[in-house]
């Protein structure tokens, strides 16, 4: 069975999205996204966004930040920072090689496996038996 490193985007809905924000603190940088909230992902709804990884796809570009603007009258920041939002739950993966205190000959062995960065769930556990630096931390 494949293991998952990352939430199933298609399956987080823009209506969890909306509760997660609403129930947290913000830094003062996204507390944008809690403004008009209800309305807000009204319209996003209305405009066929049902969930996080629709709502990346659509918004995923400057160019395309701004044409969804126009066409649902939501401001280019709002967007802009809710774009940021939602891309914070799809981290970037991190290649084994830059773990430190990791044995070459290990790591080849894991890539010799198909592990090649921290996407594999099994990834981490290995890391963290191999590698002294991690296990203390």
């Given at each position: ?28 940088s996204?507390?944008i ?10 319209i ?29 009258g ?64």
């Amino acid at each position: 069975m494949k293991e998952h490193y990352y939430l199933d985007l298609e399956q987080y809905s823009v209506r969890k999205l909306k509760i997660s924000l609403q129930n947290r603190k913000m830094i003062p940088s996204r507390v944008i996204l809690k403004d008009q909230i209800e309305e807000r992902f009204e319209i996003l709804q209305n405009n066929g966004i049902h969930n996080v990884k629709a709502l990346i796809a659509v918004l995923s570009t400057p160019q395309k930040i701004e044409r969804f603007s126009t066409q649902s009258g939501l401001p280019i920041d709002y967007l802009s920072v809710l774009t940021r939002e939602a891309k914070s739950y799809h981290s970037k993966p991190i290649r084994l090689k830059d773990f430190p205190g990791v044995d070459s000959n290990d790591l080849d062995a894991l890539e010799a496996q198909g592990i090649k960065n921290s996407t594999s769930a099994r990834a981490e556990s290995i890391l963290m038996a191999m590698s002294p630096c991690l296990a203390c931390c």
